[in-house]
C-alpha cells in the first residue's frame, strides 16, 4: 500500500474540502440505506433478501444464482442461503435453466413482486425527497475530479 501511495498515486493533494465532501456523500448514502435497511425490515424481509428480489425484477430474462451473486456482490454460498429462505417463504422460486440444466434460476412470485412493488414505491418517494441531497453531495466529488483530468 506505501508503495502505491509513494508511487505517485494522487492520494497526496487532497484537500479539506475533498474529505468534506466525501464525509457528506457517505453520510447521505448511508441515511439512504439505513431507510432502505427499515423499510425491508417492516415488510418483513432482510435487507438483502429486498436486493435480492430486486435483482430478479430487473434483470432481463430470468437469472441465475451466479449472475444474482455478481449482482449483490455476494458470494454464491449465500445467495443460495437467501434464495432458501425466500422459497420457504414462497417469495421465490427456483427453476433450471433450460439452456444448462445445471444451472437454477430465480423468479418471483405474485406474493414477492406485491411486496416489492410496495417497497420500490417508499424508495422512489423516499429517493424523491433525499436523491437532491445525495447529488449534492455528489457534485463536489465528480466537480473536482473533473478540474484534475481537465486543467
Do not use: W
Request: hydrophobic fraction near 40%.
Amino acid at each position: 500500500m506505501l508503495r502505491y501511495i509513494q508511487e505517485g498515486h494522487p492520494t497526496q493533494d487532497l484537500t479539506a474540502a475533498d474529505y468534506q465532501a466525501l464525509s457528506e456523500f457517505r453520510y447521505q448514502v448511508r441515511r439512504f440505506l439505513r431507510f432502505s435497511e427499515q423499510a425491508a425490515r417492516r415488510a418483513g424481509l432482510e435487507p438483502a433478501q429486498h436486493q435480492l428480489l430486486l435483482a430478479v425484477k430487473a434483470y432481463a430474462g430470468q437469472p441465475t444464482v451466479g449472475a444474482l451473486a455478481e449482482r449483490l456482490q455476494l458470494r454464491h454460498h449465500s445467495v443460495v442461503g437467501l434464495i432458501d429462505r425466500l422459497a420457504e417463504s414462497g417469495l421465490a422460486r427456483r427453476t433450471r435453466a433450460a439452456g444448462d440444466r445445471r444451472q437454477v434460476c430465480v423468479r418471483l412470485t405474485p406474493k414477492s413482486e406485491a411486496v416489492l412493488r410496495k417497497l420500490s414505491a417508499e424508495h422512489r418517494t423516499e429517493l424523491a425527497s433525499a436523491g437532491s441531497a445525495m447529488a449534492a453531495a455528489l457534485q463536489p466529488i465528480l466537480a473536482r475530479q473533473s478540474n484534475k483530468e481537465n486543467p
